[in-house]
């Protein structure tokens, strides 16, 4: 229903930024709560950014909180990330998912999603020190 494609990973010193992108195709005209997620080797997956579709609501990871933002395009066809301050434990590959809601908060997006239906292939994000 949902098609998501990622782009933007790379490696990159600490402090340094990246951006990345997830372009949405399919059944985009619903609203969604949208979220980023990483895993790094030996650890379990981690939610990262989330935001909502209806009024583009945001929420954060305390790890990344201040340093990542969240953001949509105005036709809500892509979300990003931009990432910024990048430390070395910011290393992992990164996912963008989609779940159909009617949900207004983020933060109800994070707390209250279960099964994220839809997901992109990963982005690998690396950073050197």
């Known amino acids: 229903q949902v098609h998501l494609v990622e782009s933007g990973g790379g490696s990159v010193q600490a402090g340094g930024s990246l951006r990345l992108s997830c372009v949405a195709s399919?059944?985009?005209?619903?609203?969604?709560?949208m979220g980023w997620f990483r895993q790094a080797p030996g650890k379990e997956r981690e939610g990262v950014a989330f935001?909502?579709?209806?009024?583009?609501?945001?929420y954060y990871a305390d790890s990344v909180k201040g340093r990542f933002t969240i953001s949509q395009d105005n036709a809500k066809k892509s979300l990003f990330l931009l990432m910024n301050s990048l430390k070395p434990e910011d290393t992992a590959m990164y996912y963008c998912?989609?779940?159909?809601?009617?949900?207004?908060?983020?933060?109800?997006?994070?707390?209250?999603?279960?099964?994220?239906?839809?997901w992109g292939q990963g982005t690998q994000v690396t950073v050197s020190s």
């Open positions: 998912a989609a779940e159909p809601s009617t949900w207004v908060s983020a933060t109800v997006c994070y707390h209250g999603t279960r099964e994220w239906d839809y």
């Open positions: 399919g059944h985009t005209d619903r609203s969604y709560c």
């Open positions: 935001l909502s579709t209806l009024g583009g609501d945001t």
